[in-house]
């Protein structure tokens, strides 16, 4: 079975500052890797995803995350935080050969002016 | 309108209660899936459904059953709600040959006293 983990419950950056929340992830078998983001009150919405093309993933609102799998990581960065990205963030993994997605615990992101 | 959608959008119940929450969806994705969230825990994958004749369980199975009465509906019913299912239900959905890319309703917040 795959699982992630992601660190740190909270991350708080300035307004401008570089975004990075971590992911690190387990899996038997080559895996498609996530991540969303859930705004207060909505459901959650993909950011970007790896599926074993490029190891390095562009996503939405300036968002990006590298697939090191000596690692076995996939952390997400932006390089200049916005107010609008305080929101939580989930990583998740699914093997490339079910549908069986398992998400992180979440990041909360906290950015301050 | 909103791809996926959920009813209702937030509940009320005593112990005891039997439940019904509701998921339709309009993107035709034969993929269905059912998920709470709980503060710490992430999301965790209650049941899913590949079609409408294939129903499987997630991690947290137990005290909740289902129903894909159509392509497009997926409903999770608590038979005999208790505290402990007091939480953020997501509904989600995905399609076959995709990568695994799933995407979420509104969610539904359920609270049982």
């Known amino acids: 079975a795959q699982s992630v983990t992601q660190l740190g419950s909270h991350v708080s950056v300035s307004e401008g500052a570089l975004v990075l929340l971590r992911c690190n992830y387990s899996s038997s078998v080559p895996p498609y890797l996530f991540w969303y983001v859930q705004y207060p009150n909505q459901g959650l919405q993909l950011l970007l995803k790896y599926t074993s093309a490029a190891t390095l993933v562009k996503g939405i609102n300036g968002f990006e995350a590298e697939f090191k799998k000596s690692e076995t990581s996939f952390h997400l960065t932006k390089p200049s935080a916005h107010m609008s990205d305080a929101a939580e963030y989930f990583c998740?993994?699914?093997?490339?050969?079910?549908?069986?997605?398992?998400f992180g615990a979440g990041t909360r992101l906290t950015v301050k002016p | 309108d909103a791809d996926v959608t959920q009813t209702p959008r937030n509940r009320i119940t005593k112990t005891g209660k039997r439940i019904m929450l509701e998921c339709s969806q309009t993107?035709?994705?034969?993929?269905m899936y059912w998920y709470r969230q709980d503060p710490g825990l992430g999301l965790r994958l209650i049941y899913y459904s590949f079609d409408v004749k294939d129903i499987n369980k997630g991690e947290i199975s137990d005290g909740y059953s289902v129903s894909r009465q159509a392509q497009a509906k997926f409903s999770l019913s608590l038979e005999s709600a208790i505290p402990n299912q007091t939480a953020l239900y997501f509904c989600a959905t995905g399609q076959t040959g995709t990568s695994g890319t799933q995407y979420f309703g509104p969610g539904t917040r359920l609270l049982v006293l």
């Open positions: 998740a993994v699914s093997a490339s050969n079910n549908n069986d997605m398992r």
């Open positions: 993107k035709g994705h034969d993929r």
